[in-house]
């Protein structure tokens, strides 16, 4: 997971001269563009892997394992990256047509777009599967309120980190892909949505690490009835 959070910090990077104001020229600019997709994917790679690691296919942490996750990182990181360079400076002229109107990139677009789509997709599946039927454990998967104030009989366990990491990556991307041409025409071009996008991927990855970290732990405490776990 460390690596996993590595890797956005690398994104958030790329994006500040992608998508941000940073002065830059055009061919330094389309080599950042290429860096930050091929970390996109290698990342969420290394998430969705990090979600299957659980199931314990193969041991976890020894050489084998290591090296399938981060062996196929790399390579799909060298193999996306030299797809985006090569779209934006025509080594091959393979995709030499996505620079003719009407600019479709489909390749790109997959990799951009849908593919890091499919990769979050089957870590929430994943996730959700280990904790709830693999582990037996619901609390990484409920609400600390819901389980503090109602009753036991009540209580119906709500996936609210996994939830919550999704619903603030999709809440990002509506400010990116929708919100965004509204901010910019009310602030005439000042911000857009990029800067709302990047704050609530922030709390997604931030809501991540909370989730693998309360399945990670050796204790769970639990406050007992009237009083608290702290002495």
Known sequence: MQI???????????????????????AIRRGFTAVHIATIIATLW??????????????????????LI???AVLLF??????????GFSFTNYWKDTLDAPNRAYALYTLYQLVPLVFLVVFFILETVLVLRVLGETRPMST???????????LNPLPVYLVGAALLFAIGQIFQYVISRFICNG???????GIFETFFTLCAVITIWVFWSSITEDDWPMPPPGGSTYT
């Not at 590595?6 to 790329?14: D, E, H, M, N, Q």
């Not at 290394?46 to 090296?67: E, K, R, Y």
């Not at 060298?78 to 090569?86: F, K, S």
């Not at 600390?144 to 009540?154: C, I, V």
Request: charged fraction near 10%; charge should be negative; proline fraction near 4%.
């Open 78 to 87: 060298v193999g996306t990256g030299y797809i985006a360079l090569d779209t």
């Open 187 to 193: 602030t005439n071009g000042a911000i857009n949505g």
């Open 70 to 72: 981060f062996g196929s």
């Open 144 to 154: 600390y309120l819901a389980s503090r104030y109602l009753p036991a009989r009540t």
């Open 4 to 26: 996993f959070l590595l890797g956005y910090i690398v994104i958030s990077i790329c994006e500040i001269f992608t998508v941000g104001w940073f002065p830059l020229g055009g």
């Open 46 to 67: 290394i998430l969705m892997m990090n979600g299957a690691v659980g199931f314990q296919l193969i041991d976890d942490g020894t050489p084998l394992s290591l090296g």
